[in-house]
């Protein structure tokens, strides 16, 4: 007679995949908040000599990053036309825009 084995997958394994969305959603609120601090800090003390313009490419390239790892994590279709797409392609027209500024 034939039996099946059933296949019981580690659940650190199963885990991992759904974590990383997760984590790098956290960061990039983290990164959000920390530009929003920055964009009003610089606002209220342009004449000092900060380097507001190297912070604003640091924020530029990590979302890049950000998107890049979306991208990777969902695959470009999911990502331009799954269930969260409004908000995806608002993501990466905004990432965008802060590359060309």
Known sequence: AYHAKLKI????????????PLILDSITG???FANMI?????ADFADEAA?????????A?????????KLGLHGCWQYFLGPDKRWNWFDAFVAFLS???
Do not use: H, K, Q
Not at 38 to 42: F, P, Q, S
Not at 51 to 59: C, I, P, Q, R, T
């Open 99 to 101: 590359c060309v500024d």
């Open 9 to 20: 997958s580690d659940p650190e394994e199963t885990a991992r995949p759904r974590m990383a």
């Open 38 to 42: 920055t964009i009003g800090l610089a």
């Open 51 to 59: 380097n507001w313009d190297a912070l604003d490419m640091g924020f």
């Open 61 to 69: 390239c990590y979302f890049i990053f950000e998107l890049a790892c």
């Open 30 to 32: 983290l990164v959000i």
